[in-house]
């Protein structure tokens, strides 16, 4: 199964500072057709999972433009320019290039 | 309005059996794969199950082979989750998905105890 390394697991972040997550795969996530098959989800308390970045860059439809993901093969990022107090939870990367897909161990955002 | 409502979970003692059920709307069901996941107390996201658009492709994690089966009803826009031989590990909330997570339901708890 692909690994999937997300770094930090804890995150204390200021309010209207950035944020970085960084999501390291054991195996290439390009998938034969050329696309990264590389997904972000945020995780509220109580609240189902949102998927905020698709193909490792795509912000999905009404996800703020604060939030964006960059990388390739198997290094990839997640930032927020400008932490809000509605970012705070739990921030996956997960892979559906290789069966089974695979989540990281989640990244918990609270506000210091 | 994307909506997908799960329901079918509750208690249940080691060894016995499931069914979750999750009914979509707000979309063409029969043209999306379709996933199931779960999260398990007090740990991450794990995803448990696909299958394509006509069922004819199904994918499962390893720890649920030969004990899940997944099916959908496309005329019923109705997705399910056969789970047999119930473990404690298989505790979790459930939650059924569209096509690579774009949109999730509340999720059903499956609780596994005696």
């Not at chain 1, 590389?38 to 795509?58: A, N």
Request: with cysteine; proline share 4%.
């Amino acid at each position: 199964d692909v690994v999937m390394t997300q770094s930090p697991l804890s995150l204390p972040v200021t309010l209207g500072q950035p944020a970085s997550i960084s999501c390291r795969s054991s195996q290439s996530l390009v998938y034969s057709d050329g696309n990264t098959r590389l997904f972000w989800f945020h995780e509220r308390p109580g609240q189902s999972p949102r998927r905020l970045i698709y193909k490792v860059s795509d912000r999905d439809s009404g996800v703020p433009d604060r939030f964006s993901g960059s990388g390739s093969d198997t290094d990839f990022t997640l930032e927020i320019s400008r932490v809000e107090a509605e970012d705070v939870g739990v921030y996956y990367c997960m892979q559906s290039t290789h069966w089974p897909h695979t989540f990281g161990q989640g990244t918990k955002l609270e506000i210091k | 309005e994307v909506q997908l409502v799960e329901s079918g979970g509750g208690l249940v003692q080691p060894g016995g059996s499931l069914r979750l059920s999750c009914v979509a709307s707000g979309f063409t069901f029969s043209s999306y794969w379709m996933s199931w996941l779960r999260r398990a107390p007090g740990k991450g996201l794990e995803w448990v199950a696909t299958m394509n658009q006509d069922g004819s492709e199904k994918y499962y994690v390893d720890s649920v082979k030969g004990r899940f089966t997944m099916s959908r009803d496309n005329a019923k826009t109705s997705l399910y989750l056969q789970m047999n031989n119930l473990r404690g590990e298989d505790t979790a909330v459930y939650y059924c998905a569209r096509d690579g997570g774009v949109n999730w339901g509340q999720g059903t708890l499956v609780a596994v105890s005696s």
